[in-house]
Protein backbone atom coordinates (compact mmCIF):
# COMPACT_ATOMS: atom_id res chain seq x y z
CA UNK A 1 0.00 0.00 0.00
CA UNK A 2 1.32 3.71 -1.45
CA UNK A 3 1.47 5.78 1.55
CA UNK A 4 1.42 9.34 1.44
CA UNK A 5 3.92 11.69 3.32
CA UNK A 6 2.13 12.75 5.72
CA UNK A 7 0.97 9.09 6.47
CA UNK A 8 4.07 7.76 6.27
CA UNK A 9 5.28 10.80 8.92
CA UNK A 10 2.90 9.65 10.80
CA UNK A 11 3.72 6.03 10.91
CA UNK A 12 7.05 6.81 11.75
CA UNK A 13 6.37 8.77 14.57
CA UNK A 14 4.06 6.07 16.02
CA UNK A 15 6.68 3.68 15.86
CA UNK A 16 9.27 5.76 17.44
CA UNK A 17 6.89 6.48 20.35
CA UNK A 18 6.14 2.85 21.08
CA UNK A 19 10.30 1.64 20.74
CA UNK A 20 10.31 0.56 17.28
CA UNK A 21 13.68 2.14 16.51
CA UNK A 22 15.53 -0.70 14.10
CA UNK A 23 14.85 -2.39 11.06
CA UNK A 24 15.97 -5.66 10.21
CA UNK A 25 15.04 -6.24 6.99
CA UNK A 26 13.81 -4.53 3.70
CA UNK A 27 11.11 -6.76 3.13
CA UNK A 28 8.44 -7.42 5.45
CA UNK A 29 7.81 -11.10 6.36
CA UNK A 30 4.06 -12.48 7.46
CA UNK A 31 4.73 -14.82 10.06
CA UNK A 32 1.21 -15.84 9.64
CA UNK A 33 1.58 -17.65 6.37
CA UNK A 34 4.90 -19.30 7.74
CA UNK A 35 3.42 -20.79 10.85
CA UNK A 36 1.18 -22.61 8.46
CA UNK A 37 4.49 -24.35 6.98
CA UNK A 38 5.78 -26.38 9.86
CA UNK A 39 9.43 -27.68 9.22
CA UNK A 40 10.34 -30.86 7.68
CA UNK A 41 13.70 -30.96 8.35
CA UNK A 42 15.05 -34.31 9.21
CA UNK A 43 16.70 -33.71 12.36
CA UNK A 44 17.53 -37.28 12.85
CA UNK A 45 18.80 -37.63 9.75
CA UNK A 46 21.43 -34.68 10.47
CA UNK A 47 22.41 -36.22 13.40
CA UNK A 48 20.87 -34.06 16.11
CA UNK A 49 18.25 -35.10 18.69
CA UNK A 50 14.86 -36.72 17.09
CA UNK A 51 11.77 -34.60 16.89
CA UNK A 52 9.70 -36.07 19.86
CA UNK A 53 5.93 -36.93 18.40
CA UNK A 54 3.57 -34.39 18.21
CA UNK A 55 5.64 -31.55 19.14
CA UNK A 56 6.57 -29.57 16.10
CA UNK A 57 10.08 -29.62 14.99
CA UNK A 58 12.24 -26.23 15.56
CA UNK A 59 11.89 -24.08 12.03
CA UNK A 60 15.44 -23.92 10.33
CA UNK A 61 17.04 -20.38 10.29
CA UNK A 62 15.00 -17.91 8.15
CA UNK A 63 16.62 -17.56 4.94
CA UNK A 64 14.42 -15.00 2.46
CA UNK A 65 15.28 -13.89 -0.28
CA UNK A 66 15.68 -9.91 0.25
CA UNK A 67 15.99 -10.67 4.31
CA UNK A 68 19.09 -9.19 5.25
CA UNK A 69 21.32 -10.84 8.69
CA UNK A 70 20.40 -8.62 11.74
CA UNK A 71 24.03 -6.54 12.57
CA UNK A 72 25.64 -7.54 15.44
CA UNK A 73 24.22 -6.08 18.66
CA UNK A 74 26.88 -3.04 19.64
CA UNK A 75 26.13 -3.99 23.42
CA UNK A 76 25.98 -7.33 25.60
CA UNK A 77 23.36 -9.58 24.01
CA UNK A 78 21.97 -9.84 27.68
CA UNK A 79 21.58 -7.20 29.38
CA UNK A 80 19.89 -8.43 32.48
CA UNK A 81 22.12 -11.21 33.60
CA UNK A 82 24.28 -11.57 36.92
CA UNK A 83 27.26 -11.18 34.61
CA UNK A 84 25.94 -7.82 33.32
CA UNK A 85 25.34 -6.50 36.82
CA UNK A 86 28.69 -8.08 38.18
CA UNK A 87 30.59 -5.79 35.43
CA UNK A 88 27.99 -2.77 36.11
CA UNK A 89 29.15 -3.60 40.76
CA UNK A 90 32.69 -3.76 39.77
CA UNK A 91 32.90 -1.29 37.26
CA UNK A 92 31.21 1.72 39.55
CA UNK A 93 33.48 0.39 42.71
CA UNK A 94 36.35 1.07 41.19
CA UNK A 95 35.69 4.79 39.96
CA UNK A 96 37.37 7.33 42.63
CA UNK A 97 35.94 10.46 41.76
CA UNK A 98 33.12 11.83 39.84
CA UNK A 99 34.81 12.10 36.58
CA UNK A 100 35.92 8.28 36.54
CA UNK A 101 32.53 7.31 36.93
CA UNK A 102 31.19 8.99 34.15
CA UNK A 103 34.22 6.89 32.10
CA UNK A 104 33.22 3.87 33.96
CA UNK A 105 29.38 4.91 32.46
CA UNK A 106 30.50 5.16 29.14
CA UNK A 107 32.72 2.29 29.30
CA UNK A 108 29.70 0.09 30.02
CA UNK A 109 28.31 -2.39 27.54
CA UNK A 110 25.42 -3.69 29.23
CA UNK A 111 22.36 -0.75 28.53
CA UNK A 112 21.23 -1.57 24.45
CA UNK A 113 19.66 1.93 25.06
CA UNK A 114 22.66 3.53 24.54
CA UNK A 115 22.47 2.63 21.36
CA UNK A 116 19.42 4.63 20.82
CA UNK A 117 20.36 7.79 22.56
CA UNK A 118 21.93 10.53 21.21
CA UNK A 119 24.14 11.16 24.13
CA UNK A 120 25.25 9.88 28.00
CA UNK A 121 23.10 12.46 30.36
CA UNK A 122 25.23 11.98 33.47
CA UNK A 123 24.52 15.48 35.70
CA UNK A 124 24.42 18.90 36.65
CA UNK A 125 24.86 21.55 39.09
CA UNK A 126 27.60 21.88 41.63
CA UNK A 127 29.41 18.02 42.58
CA UNK A 128 30.40 20.12 45.91
CA UNK A 129 26.35 20.57 46.71
CA UNK A 130 24.89 19.43 49.99
CA UNK A 131 21.87 18.37 48.57
CA UNK A 132 21.47 16.05 45.85
CA UNK A 133 18.73 15.08 43.47
CA UNK A 134 18.45 11.98 41.79
CA UNK A 135 15.69 11.82 38.91
CA UNK A 136 13.96 8.98 36.78
CA UNK A 137 15.22 9.09 33.12
CA UNK A 138 16.47 11.48 30.59
CA UNK A 139 13.46 12.66 28.19
CA UNK A 140 14.28 14.13 24.80
CA UNK A 141 15.08 17.35 25.98
CA UNK A 142 17.79 16.03 27.81
CA UNK A 143 19.00 13.64 25.50
CA UNK A 144 19.41 16.67 22.90
CA UNK A 145 20.60 19.02 25.10
CA UNK A 146 23.45 16.11 27.54
CA UNK A 147 21.91 17.63 30.61
CA UNK A 148 19.22 15.94 33.10
CA UNK A 149 16.28 17.87 33.85
CA UNK A 150 16.41 20.77 31.06
CA UNK A 151 12.65 20.65 29.57
CA UNK A 152 9.55 21.88 30.79
CA UNK A 153 9.37 19.24 33.69
CA UNK A 154 13.20 20.18 34.22
CA UNK A 155 12.21 24.00 34.64
CA UNK A 156 9.45 23.37 36.79
CA UNK A 157 11.96 21.32 39.48
CA UNK A 158 13.80 24.69 39.06
CA UNK A 159 10.77 26.66 39.89
CA UNK A 160 10.18 24.17 43.13
CA UNK A 161 13.83 24.33 44.20
CA UNK A 162 13.91 27.89 43.52
CA UNK A 163 11.32 28.95 46.15
CA UNK A 164 12.85 27.53 48.91
CA UNK A 165 16.18 29.16 47.90
CA UNK A 166 18.52 26.55 46.34
CA UNK A 167 19.35 26.39 42.97
CA UNK A 168 21.41 24.73 40.46
CA UNK A 169 24.42 26.91 39.91
CA UNK A 170 24.91 26.55 43.35
CA UNK A 171 23.58 24.61 46.15
CA UNK A 172 21.99 21.38 44.13
CA UNK A 173 23.50 18.38 42.37
CA UNK A 174 21.24 16.29 39.54
CA UNK A 175 21.55 12.96 38.27
CA UNK A 176 19.31 10.50 37.23
CA UNK A 177 19.03 6.42 37.62
CA UNK A 178 19.24 5.97 34.31
CA UNK A 179 21.36 8.13 31.93
CA UNK A 180 20.36 7.13 28.61
CA UNK A 181 16.79 8.17 27.45
CA UNK A 182 14.82 4.77 26.98
CA UNK A 183 13.30 4.74 23.38
CA UNK A 184 10.06 7.00 23.04
CA UNK A 185 10.51 7.87 26.39
CA UNK A 186 8.93 4.27 27.32
CA UNK A 187 9.37 3.52 31.45
CA UNK A 188 12.78 1.81 31.86
CA UNK A 189 12.74 -1.41 32.82
CA UNK A 190 13.60 -3.81 35.89
CA UNK A 191 16.92 -5.00 34.11
CA UNK A 192 17.81 -1.37 32.99
CA UNK A 193 17.14 -0.15 36.22
CA UNK A 194 19.12 -2.89 38.26
CA UNK A 195 22.22 -2.48 35.44
CA UNK A 196 21.95 1.21 35.90
CA UNK A 197 21.70 1.15 40.25
CA UNK A 198 25.53 0.71 41.35
CA UNK A 199 26.32 3.77 39.42
CA UNK A 200 24.05 6.00 40.86
CA UNK A 201 24.56 4.66 44.14
CA UNK A 202 28.30 4.95 43.48
CA UNK A 203 27.68 8.24 42.11
CA UNK A 204 25.44 9.72 45.57
CA UNK A 205 28.82 8.14 47.52
CA UNK A 206 31.31 9.96 45.43
CA UNK A 207 29.39 13.75 45.82
CA UNK A 208 28.71 12.32 49.12
CA UNK A 209 25.52 15.35 50.10
CA UNK A 210 24.08 16.30 53.08
CA UNK A 211 20.58 14.90 52.15
CA UNK A 212 19.34 13.71 48.79
CA UNK A 213 15.34 13.86 47.41
CA UNK A 214 14.34 11.36 44.85
CA UNK A 215 12.49 12.83 42.23
CA UNK A 216 9.54 10.47 41.16
CA UNK A 217 8.47 6.84 42.31
CA UNK A 218 11.09 5.06 39.54
CA UNK A 219 14.05 6.99 41.75
CA UNK A 220 12.73 6.22 45.14
CA UNK A 221 11.35 2.89 44.89
CA UNK A 222 14.98 1.82 43.12
CA UNK A 223 17.22 3.63 45.81
CA UNK A 224 15.43 2.60 48.48
CA UNK A 225 14.86 -0.69 47.25
CA UNK A 226 10.95 -0.73 48.18
CA UNK A 227 7.85 -1.43 46.41
CA UNK A 228 5.86 1.26 47.93
CA UNK A 229 4.51 3.78 45.32
CA UNK A 230 5.34 7.16 45.70
CA UNK A 231 2.58 8.97 46.83
CA UNK A 232 2.29 6.85 50.03
CA UNK A 233 6.84 8.11 50.10
CA UNK A 234 6.64 11.46 49.25
CA UNK A 235 7.04 13.96 51.99
CA UNK A 236 8.33 11.00 54.53
CA UNK A 237 11.55 11.57 55.51
CA UNK A 238 13.70 8.47 55.33
CA UNK A 239 17.29 7.62 55.63
CA UNK A 240 19.58 6.19 52.54
CA UNK A 241 22.74 4.54 52.80
CA UNK A 242 24.88 2.00 50.32
CA UNK A 243 27.77 -0.18 50.73
CA UNK A 244 30.57 1.97 50.71
CA UNK A 245 28.86 5.08 53.03
CA UNK A 246 30.14 5.70 56.49
CA UNK A 247 27.09 6.51 57.35
CA UNK A 248 23.34 7.15 56.70
CA UNK A 249 21.69 10.47 54.82
CA UNK A 250 18.57 11.54 55.39
CA UNK A 251 16.41 10.93 52.03
CA UNK A 252 12.99 12.37 50.99
CA UNK A 253 11.23 11.33 48.24
CA UNK A 254 8.99 13.85 46.32
CA UNK A 255 6.57 13.70 43.05
CA UNK A 256 8.20 14.43 39.80
CA UNK A 257 7.45 17.63 38.30
CA UNK A 258 5.45 15.74 35.23
CA UNK A 259 2.94 14.24 37.84
CA UNK A 260 2.48 17.47 39.03
CA UNK A 261 2.41 19.37 35.43
CA UNK A 262 -0.28 16.26 34.69
CA UNK A 263 -1.89 16.48 38.30
CA UNK A 264 -1.67 20.01 39.48
CA UNK A 265 -3.95 19.77 41.82
CA UNK A 266 -1.11 17.59 43.81
CA UNK A 267 1.17 20.81 43.69
CA UNK A 268 0.28 21.58 47.54
CA UNK A 269 1.17 18.28 48.93
CA UNK A 270 4.32 18.96 47.11
CA UNK A 271 4.75 22.49 48.27
CA UNK A 272 4.33 20.89 51.93
CA UNK A 273 7.09 18.74 51.11
CA UNK A 274 9.31 21.64 49.89
CA UNK A 275 8.67 22.96 53.24
CA UNK A 276 9.48 19.90 55.05
CA UNK A 277 12.90 20.21 53.15
CA UNK A 278 13.26 23.87 53.66
CA UNK A 279 13.08 23.23 57.42
CA UNK A 280 15.79 20.27 57.66
CA UNK A 281 18.22 21.87 55.53
CA UNK A 282 17.72 25.06 57.79
CA UNK A 283 18.52 22.22 60.69
CA UNK A 284 21.39 21.48 58.85
CA UNK A 285 22.29 25.00 58.21
CA UNK A 286 22.79 24.30 54.84
CA UNK A 287 20.05 27.22 54.67
CA UNK A 288 19.98 30.38 56.54
N1 LIG B 1 12.71 13.40 33.99
C1 LIG B 1 13.67 12.84 34.76
O1 LIG B 1 13.38 12.05 35.63
N2 LIG B 1 14.93 13.20 34.52
C2 LIG B 1 15.28 14.09 33.60
O2 LIG B 1 16.46 14.36 33.47
C3 LIG B 1 14.26 14.65 32.83
C4 LIG B 1 12.97 14.31 33.04
Given at each position: ????????????????????????G??????T??????A????A???????????????P??????????????????????????D?????????????????????????????????????????????????A????ED??????????????D???G???????E???????IN???P?N???????I??????????????????????G????????????????????????Q???M??P???????H???????????????A????????????????
Amino acid sequence: MALDDYSAAALLQWYADVGVDEATGDAPIDRTKLADKPAVVSYAAQGEAPVAEGARAPLPPLNLPGMKAPAAPAVDANPGSFEAIGDAKAMAAAANTIDELKQALEDFKGLSIKRTATQMVFADGNPAARVMLVGEAPGADEDRIGRPFVGISGQLLDRMMGAIGLNRDETIYISNVINWRPPGNRNPSDAEIALSLPFIQRHIELVNPAVVLFVGGVSAKALLQTTEGITRLRGRWTSYQSEGMAAPIPALPIFHPAYLLRSPQQKSLAWADLLKLKARLRELKILP
